[in-house]
């Protein structure tokens, strides 16, 4: 092989860290100690009084605080997402971290690494809003049971994905989280995202395929003008409420509190 | 196609309450199994921890020569040196008295990335595969690398070169191996654009080569580099640890250039 000698490239680094996102302006006495913060130019204690948690995760990753309607969609969105539920892989996770006595420091980060996957996780989330950001200006109609790029046609599968976001959960329709788009349906803020995946899953003659939690929340965050990148955290950082709640509730509860398998419950085929 | 809805999570009925490994697994009061070896029996004293790991994750035990070859690849990525993002991950860990399990294992995840650490082998895999199939078809290496918009594997940032490859290249003669299909194949395309643009075959491209040639998946490669900056990552940890807290690269609140909406109020009617 060719010798190429390792040297550094001419590449211009920044020499300080830049945002548009929070300033902080330092005390006179101390030029590590901020004396007032804004986000997006608003001051910090002005919003700790007068917005809510909501508006002011919206104000940090759209840097314009919610109109009402924008505040209603995404507030209902947050709650939604508030708790994967019990059975949740993440949740349990946290809840197995939490009994066999995980420091407490880890319990939420190794429970989002948890909810970072790709089925029933953070990065589905990213996934399905890339797909309704490339797709929506298509026809739901286009997209069926017979879009082989698209769908897991195998029977042998017990699960069916149509795209990213829509498919079985368990094998049938999740109607759970078809109660919860009804409802964000409803409301006014509801865009053209939230309507076309609503149609794409009309135009299924498979009664299976319905909204996955991610592909809901996608749709919602699309709408509300978020990129494929901020709706997945934007999923993390909500979903977080539930996972650690239950994970506390284990805390202090001995480690029998959680099942352990017996070995006959536990069969090594190798 | 099942048509009654019990088929469709039948298969997750049998699962509830059983595991089924295809790994091992503890019979308590006997041995804990390992692939069909008793682990405290047959590998204890006798196997290294890295030839466990390969084991473990191809099913196949690795001859001498390979299972050094990894050990060293692993060295050529344990760098003591915190300007690496991943290494700055686990150094602030320590700077904010975080553990170093915490520590490490949040530069494990930051070094799964797109443009370096473990998170691009599965694209330098990709490439390369097509890159052999292209050339067994007798494609020329111009119109190789012309099809191709990015080449991942034979840039890096930072630097041009990669000493590290002629480091194993040199190693690898010294266990006695021989360049493959794969290793030919990125050699002659690091030759052909090491003339017309500076660049040439990196590490990840150059481990992905020699382990495919060595017939490691795509999944197995990707898999065995999980840790493989965790030795980097804890050193830098442990340079920091034993700091003044907030010690490491400590930011005066003017060292952020704030590049956002000037000073504004609330608006009322919100």
């Not at chain 2, 990894?70 to 300007?83: G, H, N, T």
């Not at chain 2, 690898?172 to 643009?197: Q, V």
Request: net charge negative; aromatic share 10%.
């Amino acid at each position: 092989m060719k010798n190429v000698n390792e040297a550094r490239r001419d590449e211009h680094f920044a020499e300080q860290i830049s945002t548009a996102i929070w300033h902080e302006k330092p005390s006179d006495d101390n030029p590590f100690i901020s004396r007032e913060s804004r986000c997006h130019g608003y001051e910090h204690l002005a919003l700790m009084q007068q917005k809510s948690f909501a508006e002011v995760i919206f104000l940090l990753f759209r840097a314009e605080l919610p109109t009402q309607d924008e505040h209603t969609l995404f507030n209902e969105l947050l709650i939604a997402l508030i708790h994967p539920g019990p059975r949740h892989n993440a949740t349990r996770a946290a809840m197995n971290a939490a009994v066999s006595k995980t420091h407490s420091s880890h319990i939420l980060p190794l429970a989002l690494q948890v909810l970072g996957g790709q089925w029933q996780g953070s990065e589905e989330v990213f996934l399905a809003a890339k797909f309704l950001l490339k797709s929506q200006g298509q026809a739901p109609e286009d997209f069926t049971i017979d879009t082989p790029a698209e769908l897991t046609t195998d029977n042998t599968k017990p699960e069916l994905q149509l795209a990213p976001g829509f498919g079985s959960l368990y094998g049938t329709r999740d109607t759970y989280t078809h109660q919860l788009a009804d409802r964000l349906l409803a409301l006014p803020q509801a865009g053209k995202t939230l309507q076309w995946g609503q149609q794409l899953i009309t135009a299924q003659a498979n009664e299976r395929i319905g909204w996955r939690i991610s592909g809901l929340t996608a749709a919602c965050l699309i709408d509300l003008g978020f990129s494929p990148y901020q709706a997945e955290l934007i999923f993390q950082i909500a979903s977080a409420p539930g996972i650690a709640a239950q994970a506390a509730e284990k805390a202090d509860q001995p480690i029998t509190a959680m099942p352990f398998l017996n070995d006959k419950d536990y069969a090594i085929k190798t | 196609m099942p048509s009654k809805p019990e088929l469709h999570f039948a298969e997750w009925l049998a699962r509830r309450t059983q595991i089924t490994s295809h790994k091992g697994g503890w019979r308590i009061g006997d041995a804990v199994y390992n692939q069909g070896l008793s682990l405290l029996d047959d590998v204890v004293g006798s196997w290294s921890w890295v030839e466990l790991l390969l084991f473990n994750l191809t099913g196949r035990r690795p001859a001498p020569a390979l299972l050094k070859w990894v050990e060293w690849s692993f060295i050529c990525v344990s760098w003591p040196d915190a300007r690496i993002w991943c290494n700055q991950v686990a150094a602030l860990g320590a700077s904010s008295q975080a553990s170093g399990v915490a520590s490490t294992s949040a530069g494990i995840l930051a070094a799964e990335s797109k443009l370096y650490g473990p998170g691009v082998l599965p694209s330098c895999y990709t490439l390369l595969s097509q890159l052999v199939a292209q050339s067994r078809s007798g494609e020329s290496i111009a119109d190789m690398v012309a099809s191709k918009q990015k080449l991942p594997g034979f840039t890096r940032p930072i630097a041009l070169g990669d000493e590290r490859v002629k480091a194993m290249q040199a190693a690898s003669l010294e266990l006695g191996f021989k360049p493959g299909e794969f290793e030919r194949t990125a050699i002659a395309i690091s030759d052909y654009i090491s003339d017309s643009t500076g660049e040439s075959l990196n590490f990840g491209g150059y481990i992905v080569a020699f382990l495919a040639d060595q017939g490691f998946s795509c999944r197995e490669i990707t898999e065995l580099y999980t840790y493989s900056i965790a030795v980097g990552a804890l050193t830098c940890y442990t340079d920091v640890r034993n700091d003044i807290p907030g010690g490491f690269l400590p930011l005066r609140c003017e060292d952020i250039r704030y590049e956002g909406p000037a000073d504004r109020e609330l608006p009322k009617s919100q």
